[in-house]
């Protein structure tokens, strides 16, 4: 039986090979990847986050603990989700204007990728022009923003403001996500979907690609 609590404790230790260890361990088991990502990593990322708000994990070790859950989705990766590769058609995905937070958004990519879209990360802090350039350059069906601060989440506004103000929204689909984002904020600003997770956004995409 895989013990999920301690790929926490080991990610919220900062104990990095041994996490990546735990990881290759519970594989070598049979379980799960999605398991080990979502009752492991993901459980233990929610962890640092609680620590991070009582102050008792600062900001490079917080970093730290990023790095090595991105490690251990690395490992993960090819075995996530993998269910068919005929193209479905093009999405632009970034974490928004002002915004650094990129694991939960690389997460959708990831998945999103594995379902047959053909994926354009932007990366973070990408200003509403940029997305409008890009969709307009890759020809991109769906577009999807991430945002983890409440502070950034007017930023997705903006974003679908231009998208609009560009002429190209009857073009795009646009799909938002990120910890603080909901449903009714989804509709507030005039977005096609909002998902609460990567498997969801993922099947969320591909309905909305057909
Ligand atoms: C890791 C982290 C950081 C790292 C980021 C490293 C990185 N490369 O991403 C660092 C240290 C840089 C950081 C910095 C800061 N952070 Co921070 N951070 C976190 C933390 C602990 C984890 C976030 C995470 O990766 N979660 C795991 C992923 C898998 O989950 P997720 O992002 O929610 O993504 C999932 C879903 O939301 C969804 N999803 C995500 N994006 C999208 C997009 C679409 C389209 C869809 C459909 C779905 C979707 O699917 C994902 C996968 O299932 C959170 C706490 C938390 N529990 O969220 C705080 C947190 C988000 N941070 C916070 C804060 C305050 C900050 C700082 C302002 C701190 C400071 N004083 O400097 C800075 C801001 C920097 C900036 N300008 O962005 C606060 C935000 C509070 C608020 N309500 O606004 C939080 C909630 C911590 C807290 N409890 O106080 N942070």
Same mark, same amino acid.
């Given at each position: ?21 735990? /990881? ?46 991105? @490690? ?8 996530? %989700? ?22 939960? @958004? ?22 509403? %022009?940029?997305?409008?350039?890009? /969709? ?69 995409? @591909?309905?909305?690609?057909?």
């Amino acid at each position: 039986m895989t013990d999920y609590n301690a790929i926490q404790e080991t990610l919220v230790n900062l104990d990095e090979a041994r996490l990546l260890q735990l /990881v290759n361990d519970a594989l070598e088991q049979g379980t799960p990847a999605g398991d080990i990502l979502n009752k492991g990593l993901i459980a233990g990322m929610d962890i640092v986050g609680e620590k991070m708000e009582n102050e008792d994990m600062f900001i490079p070790e917080v970093l730290m603990a990023a790095q090595a859950m991105g @490690k251990g989705v690395e490992i993960l990766k090819p075995l996530l %989700g993998a269910e068919d590769t005929a193209a479905r058609g093009c999405a632009v995905i970034g974490t928004v204007k002002g915004d650094l937070h990129d694991i939960g @958004k690389n997460l959708v990519a990831m998945m999103m990728g594995s379902a047959g879209l053909e994926i354009h990360n932007l990366g973070v802090d990408v200003a509403p %022009g940029t997305f409008v350039e890009e /969709v307009k350059k890759k020809k991109a069906g769906i577009v999807c923003l991430s945002a983890l601060l409440t502070t950034t989440m007017p930023a997705m506004r903006d974003t679908v403001n231009a998208i609009v103000e560009a002429g190209i929204r009857d073009q795009v689909k646009i799909m938002v996500g990120g910890a603080p984002v909901t449903q009714a904020f989804a509709d507030e600003i005039g977005a096609d979907g909002y998902a609460a997770d990567a498997g969801s956004a993922s099947k969320m995409a @591909k309905a909305l690609s057909v």
